[in-house]
């Protein structure tokens, strides 16, 4: 597996190189009054990839932290569940052990076939 990651970043590596040197006419960029220096092509692409990255860097750490609150969230939630569970469990434990003992609760009786 090994090699097959070794080829492919040599691939990566030649077509980064030959992008470069296919591309290194000197272009000038303007938004609006504003002009930069002269710089090769291949420059102005790797710096709008390096932005792209960054850009999409920040997003992904916004998500991230965003399902970190929902997990907190979700997961307060589940224990103030889990305490009213636990709260109904122990109101029938207690229901069901007066309720014969007093002659008020309701009386099952379980029939088998055989």
């Not at 990566?12 to 090769?40: C, D, K, Y």
């Not at 399902?67 to 569940?81: A, D, G, P, V």
């Amino acid at each position: 597996m090994w090699i097959v990651r070794w080829i492919l970043i040599a691939t990566i590596i030649i077509v980064i190189l030959g992008l470069a040197l296919q591309n290194n006419q000197l272009v000038e960029l303007t938004f609006f009054t504003w002009h930069s220096a002269r710089i090769p092509v291949y420059m102005v692409i790797y710096l709008a990839f390096a932005a792209g990255m960054i850009v999409f860097m920040l997003l992904s750490i916004f998500r991230s932290v965003q399902q970190s609150l929902e997990i907190r969230r979700n997961k307060k939630t589940i224990r103030q569940l889990q305490e009213e569970l636990d709260k109904i469990k122990s109101a029938l434990a207690t229901e069901d052990e007066a309720g014969p003992a007093s002659g008020g609760g309701k009386t099952s009786t379980v029939v088998q076939k055989e």
